[in-house]
């Protein structure tokens, strides 16, 4: 599976963006999809992440309530939708999959990666 992430630009604080992650070469339907980002200097994080058919996700506490991850079955596409954005979210942002289906607690890395996409947000 590769993955395909767009939608990244710059914005103004206060602003929008909605970035998509485009799997091809198989299907993600029954893979936990997460978005992760990367600031200058940080380490990654993760921030958003959807269990195989959307019924569980996951925020960090730096997005809840301004981020909205959500996937497409038939687009096999995972999107991240960024409401509300600050400087601090100014970042590289990856989109990733593991082999299982589930949200677990645990530090097992993602199997698949997409390219970054940089979102940059101006105050």
């Known amino acids: 599976v590769q993955l395909q992430a767009s939608g990244g630009g710059q914005v103004q604080a206060g602003g929008s963006l909605r970035l998509s992650c485009a799997a091809s070469g198989g299907s993600i339907v029954n893979n936990a999809m997460a978005w992760f980002r990367q600031a200058p200097g940080k380490e990654r994080e993760i921030i958003a992440a959807?269990?195989?058919?959307?019924?569980?996700?996951y925020y960090a506490d730096s997005v809840k309530g301004r981020f909205t991850i959500s996937r497409s079955n038939t687009k096999n596409t995972v999107y991240l939708q960024m409401n509300s954005l600050k400087s601090e979210d100014t970042a590289v942002y990856y989109c990733?999959?593991?082999?299982?289906?589930?949200?677990?607690?645990?530090?097992?890395?993602?199997?698949?990666w997409g390219q970054g996409t940089q979102v940059t947000v101006s105050s």
């Open positions: 959807i269990r195989a058919g959307g019924s569980m996700t």
């Open positions: 990733a999959g593991w082999l299982r289906a589930n949200l677990v607690r645990d530090t097992t890395p993602p199997t698949y």
